[in-house]
């Protein structure tokens, strides 16, 4: 706390809590001095410690250790005898930790939070399934996408009539080859349904060499980014209400996913789109916007009171449940945790059971392209 108040003379509060991770209400707090609170005094009608012990010792006893305190205190008045109120009964059972469910209830195990770092494209992957409304009631098309997180690129998706481990277990496969994902290279997350939490699906990613995590039960901040991309596609003004067929599906995602990856200026990524950043052309692209920038500054200096303006730089690493003990670099480069709007052309569109749709496909390693 000490620390905290002289470091922030010189760099602000808000920055000061913020780099070592104290609460600013605790700061605050600690600033105000003190009241002496008085000890609260005994009320003369409360029960003695030898009156507590000796009704625990009742209600513990081998002829009422398996009866609740609303029945021991009515066979003991019954019997002629009054030691206390049922709840004063509740009260000291309470203190001495002998109060809980009586029933034999399942208890939930505490599952770890999910805590991924990617730095650099094709580190860390995010895939789900989503329902596409078919022509009439109760049909669906099942959309499969693999999103890279740290460049928000989707990588692989494809189409299918239904939801199934050995889809996804070739999706993947397909991916990661032309990808050229090497052993030990990439982690896989997702949620826990039955297609990521498959046998086959676990036995292709250790075959692979790909590290598999899932998200916690009923938590879908887990897996934000495929989550929100899902979003954006269906907030599209042109999504269709129905598909008529499972290739109009798959023609109006071939688009959508073009626009996403090579169109779409993603605010997550610094208006950057995905397939800049994937690419490794996002450099290129700054520099060209500071040479806009400055020329703009040239022309009409009196416009910018705070000097030359800058573009705003890429996050340096993206997370998924960021650690409560954040590094200063990752303050000073807060990332969001979230993939906002993006259309964008898949990388591996697959479609099995029909016609394959042939869509352009990105070379598995590339020298940044200036197109």
């Known amino acids: 706390m000490q620390s905290a108040e002289v470091f922030g003379k010189s760099v602000g509060v808000q920055a000061a809590c913020a780099a070592l991770t104290v609460p600013r209400s605790s700061l605050y707090r600690a600033r105000t001095p003190q009241v002496v609170r008085s000890i609260p005094k005994i009320s003369a009608r409360a029960l003695s410690q030898v009156e507590k012990t000796k009704v625990r010792d009742e209600l513990n006893s081998e002829r009422f250790q398996d009866r609740s305190p609303r029945e021991v205190y009515a066979t003991l008045i019954d019997e002629g005898r009054y030691l206390c109120s049922y709840r004063s009964m509740y009260r000291i059972l309470s203190e001495n930790n002998e109060v809980r469910e009586r029933r034999n209830q399942l208890r939930h195990p505490n599952y770890t939070k999910p805590e991924l770092l990617a730095t650099a494209p094709n580190q860390l992957w995010s895939w789900d399934i989503t329902k596409l409304l078919g022509p009439s009631k109760w049909t669906y098309f099942y959309l499969y996408v693999i999103l890279d997180v740290y460049s928000r690129y989707v990588v692989g998706w494809m189409i299918a009539e239904r939801e199934s481990a050995v889809l996804a277990e070739e999706l993947i496969s397909q991916t990661c080859a032309r990808q ?19 046998k086959p699906v676990a036995f292709l990613l250790a075959d692979l060499g790909v590290t598999k995590t899932h998200s916690r039960p009923h938590v879908s901040n887990d897996n934000p980014y495929s989550e929100a991309q899902f979003k954006t596609m269906k907030y599209r003004p042109d999504y269709p209400t129905r598909f008529g067929c499972l290739q109009d599906a798959r023609a109006w995602a071939a688009e959508f996913f073009d626009w996403y990856n090579r169109e779409h200026h993603h605010t997550g990524l610094a208006l950057l789109t995905p397939a800049d950043v994937h690419f490794h052309r996002a450099e290129v ?34 997370w998924i449940n960021p650690p409560t003990s954040t590094t200063t670099a990752f303050i000073e480069h807060p990332t969001r945790n979230e993939n906002e709007n993006s259309h964008c052309k898949s990388a591996v569109p697959v479609s099995f059971g029909a016609m394959p749709i042939v869509h352009e496909i990105c070379p598995q390693k590339v020298a940044p392209i200036f197109e």
């Open 285 to 318: 692209v700054l520099q060209k916007r500071q040479a806009v920038l400055h020329a703009a500054y040239e022309k009409t200096p009196e416009r910018f009171v705070k000097g030359v303006p800058h573009p705003t730089q890429l996050p340096e690493a993206v």
């Open 180 to 198: 050229g994902i090497q052993r030990g290279q990439l982690t896989v997350h997702a949620d826990r349904g039955s297609a990521m939490t498959s």
